[in-house]
């Protein structure tokens, strides 16, 4: 396979992966009654519309970034109470890679693997979709702002703890650039990221097994 048709196949699954990721943002604050990403055309499955240029250079060199964070103003939900509705948005991000990861764990499983063998792209294809929602999804759950980790920690903890939360923010950027450019981020996502992998191929066999 071609260096270019490999990169190729990373920037379809990055579009992809970081596209469902912004778009499930929007769509459960929508549920729960904020139309601001609605209102400024986020709500959208066009990956122009959520692409950061940086975060996507990142993700494909080093299997780690971010795209356009969708606007959210939680003064505008109805169904639940502020912190809730952040952590339910913010959860619904990596939720969405690790569905990814899921249908693709399922499709590799499906196809008979003497035909993957023979079809090279398909099957680099499927393996970049699997692995790259993996990381994607843990990166993101990270507990360090802007990342939705972060945002689930202010829905998660007591009030009390929030001016600790306050004052990793004021950091959080050179935290997380520390984190990647130290290969800390890789020893703490890639045990996950295999972990969840497997889990979803023994699920996987056990599916397969009873048809």
Same mark, same amino acid.
């Given at each position: 396979?071609?260096? !270019? ?5 990373? !920037? ?23 139309? *601001? ?28 970034? #971010? ?12 169904? *639940? ?9 913010? !959860?619904? &991000? ?28 398909? #099957? ?58 130290? &290969? &800390? ?19 996987? &066999? ?6």
């Amino acid at each position: 396979m071609s260096f !270019l048709i490999d990169k190729l196949l990373v !920037l379809s699954v990055v579009l992809v992966s970081l596209t469902t990721h912004e778009f499930c943002h929007g769509l459960v604050a929508l549920s729960l009654g904020d139309k *601001t990403a609605k209102l400024q055309g986020r709500l959208s499955l066009n990956p122009i519309k959520h692409v950061d240029p940086v975060g996507l250079l990142m993700l494909m060199v080093a299997n780690f970034g #971010w795209a356009k964070p969708v606007p959210v103003d939680p003064r505008n939900f109805r169904k *639940t109470d502020l912190a809730t509705g952040m952590l339910l948005t913010a !959860l619904a &991000g990596p939720m969405a890679n690790v569905l990814l990861v899921f249908i693709g764990v399922m499709a590799v499983s499906a196809i008979p693997s003497l035909y993957l063998q023979s079809h090279d792209v398909l #099957w680099t294809f499927l393996s970049y979709f699997i692995v790259i929602n993996a990381n994607l999804a843990f990166f993101n759950l990270l507990p360090v702002p802007p990342l939705d980790g972060s945002k689930i920690l202010f829905g998660i903890l007591p009030k009390r703890f929030y001016s600790i939360l306050y004052v990793m923010e004021r950091y959080s950027a050179i935290l997380l650039l520390l984190l990647i450019v130290s &290969g &800390g981020v890789r020893y703490i996502i890639q045990p996950l990221s295999q972990g969840i992998i497997s889990a979803f191929f023994d699920l996987a &066999g056990i599916i397969f097994k009873t048809y």
